[in-house]
């Protein structure tokens, strides 16, 4: 068993953007070889999310606004005060989706449901380059 | 170090059922032999979720209530006038919570607390049959 | 490849007290010399969660609040007729936020953000003394 280190880099607009990175992580597993194993998706930074979601414009429209009404941009918190910064709401939102997923590789394919991508959040209140790290052991 | 592939077949009611799946994870680890290493714990599919719970009856229905109460399935979502479906709460539910939990193995055993289960969500709006995937390197 | 268990022993005030962990898992890696790999962050128990966070004071602030506000104390949850407990909120905050946190070894180094660290939420409404399980594949 092995462990292979591959990058996605994706420019996003920020304010939630959300980008399906499913295609750089079938690129990785098959440029490496993997037939068995698990790949870890990291993003880097913490006003970014990993997770799953079927990748379709009303969806990501729906959880575009639940996360605003559920952590709102405009709010006095308290990071605020420490940067004189602005996304306070970022950083919660990112906590709560969390920065990673791992995922099964059987036979040479992620075990996703046929309806199911991996998709970067990006909840930062600015557009921002980002290099997530694809880790495959197998 | 090797990858073995398990299973655990489950037949959900939909509807944030709540499945204990700590024995199926058991009975894969003693199956394979894992003495030490991890296992991950993945549901294929964007309206089903994986965490770990005090699986007693109280707590699921706080969780149940909870989530129905953060994320309504009596609501206009943008998902709905995609597919003409009524399950965008099942799907934002579901990316929310996470489609997996990741769990080290010490002396063949799960890490897990004594009242901490794995629990399967299942958030859809029908009975699903769920395929869960239980990956383990060791 | 080896799979390498470490753990980081903290006491925590409880009531979402938060406690930067980064340290001790790079102690962790360092000792074990990990170069390429994972690491699996997992705290047994089910009040207690694992995210990532930039840890200053401002933001800590900012999500116990938030959780606070999502998940309040003073409710009447099922679960405190379970068991005559008071500690509802703890368990549903520490299932939103998850139990662990997977992350990539490169070079020796962990995958962080310069301001990403990794934290211990403890939920419980009581001092705890934790035991987070750190596992290393590499």
Redesign the interface.
Known sequence: ???T?DYISVSSKGNRDMIDITPGIRNAIAKAGVR???V?V?V???TAAI????F????T???DE?LEK??PYNYD???????HDDN?SS??Q???????????V?NGAL???T??QVVLIDCDTRPRSRKI?V?M??
């Open positions: 068993m092995q462990a280190t068995s194993g698990i870890t990291f880097p930074g913490s997770t799953t979601l079927e379709e414009p009303g969806l429209k729906d959880l639940f559920l952590i918190y308290s990071h605020h005060q420490t940067w306070g950083h919660l990112a906590a709560m989706l969390g920065p990673s997923v791992t995922i099964p059987v075990t996703l449901g309806w199911q790290v880790q052991l197998y």
